[in-house]
């Protein structure tokens, strides 16, 4: 049995420590959105969250938006319930909005090997977005392979597991509203 408290989840044998807390996440959600508010005056964007893991980040940071905004979502699967991605990617979700001459803003929980984003890219290029900017919580800089830029990062971490806002570990612990390390 594993068990959730404030300091520590324990999840068999292993261990997760806290990383971010839900103040530290707040507060930098609100200045992307500020940032995102006042690149994207006087237009129209569309947010493209990437399911599941983008949902909470997704959610409140369209919150501290001002301007005008639409929402839709893609969902990819590429890690199945383990902690190490398996190096392809599924498209379980289609779009449905129209993203041709749209600005288009693709909302991420973390970034990892780049993997998702980058085929994300390749596939938005097809409908002809009139901009695509990315947007991640999360990014682990020393993983990344693809020579992608990120626009709007929430935090640089280093390259281990993290779970809670959003992201999962075999599907559990996306409630969590702070985020914690795999402590080694
Ligand atoms: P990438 O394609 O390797 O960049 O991986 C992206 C996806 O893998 C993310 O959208 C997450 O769903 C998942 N992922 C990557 N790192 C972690 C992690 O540390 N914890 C939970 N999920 C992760
Ligand atoms: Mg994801």
């Known amino acids: 049995m594993d068990e959730i ?9 292993e261990k997760f420590v806290p990383m971010i807390t839900d103040e530290e ?15 994207y005056k006087g237009k129209l964007p569309i947010f ?10 997704l959610a409140d940071l369209l919150k501290n938006l001002t301007i005008h905004c639409e929402m839709d979502f ?13 190096g392809n990617v599924k498209l379980l979700k289609e779009l449905n909005a129209d993203i041709n001459e749209r600005h288009v803003i693709i909302v991420e929980d973390i970034v990892d090997t780049g993997l998702s984003i980058n085929y994300i890219k390749t596939l938005l290029s097809e409908y002809k977005p009139a901009s695509i900017k990315f947007a991640s919580l999360l990014v682990k800089p020393a993983s990344v392979k693809y020579d992608i830029k990120i626009d709007y990062i929430g935090f640089e971490i280093s390259d281990k597991f993290v779970i809670g806002y959003g992201l999962d570990y075999a599907q559990k612990y996306r409630n969590l509203s702070s985020i914690y390390v795999l402590s080694e």
């Not at 408290?5 to 044998?13: D, R, S, T």
């Not at 990437?50 to 980040?57: D, I, K, P, Q, T």
């Open 5 to 13: 408290n404030q300091n520590v989840i324990i999840v068999g044998n």
């Open 25 to 39: 996440i707040q507060k930098r959600v609100k200045e992307l959105g500020a940032q995102i508010d006042s690149d």
């Open 48 to 57: 493209i969250g990437v399911l599941n893991g983008s949902f909470m980040f």
């Open 74 to 86: 893609f969902k990819l699967s590429s890690y199945g319930d383990r902690k190490i991605s398996s």
